[in-house]
């Protein structure tokens, strides 16, 4: 019987240590996926800056083509 309700105590000691491992892990997965997140919205920003940039050059590059092309036909 005292084996018994040693071993019992030993299992309870050993499933805390589990539960605690297990939260640490939670924990940190909820920190990472918080920095992953941050780290998307970031690039999500970063894209459309480079998308309006290039836009704003393309725009650009097409009216200096249609100059360039205007100039040549005056030729």
């Given amino acids: 019987m005292e084996h018994r309700l040693k071993q019992l105590e030993q299992e309870n000691l050993d499933l805390k240590s589990r539960l605690n491992m297990e939260t640490e892990v ?11 997140k941050e780290r998307i919205e970031t690039l999500e920003l970063q ?9 704003e050059f393309c ?4 009216k200096l083509r249609r100059i360039n092309k205007e100039l040549i036909d005056q030729c």
Avoid at 26 to 36: D, G, W, Y
Avoid at 47 to 55: A, D, F, G, R, Y
Avoid at 59 to 62: D, G, Y
Wanted: no cysteine; aromatic share 0%.
């Fill in 26 to 36: 939670k924990k940190s997965e909820v920190m990472l996926n918080k920095e992953l």
């Fill in 47 to 55: 894209l459309q800056t480079v998308l309006k940039i290039n836009e």
């Fill in 59 to 62: 725009n650009k590059v097409a």
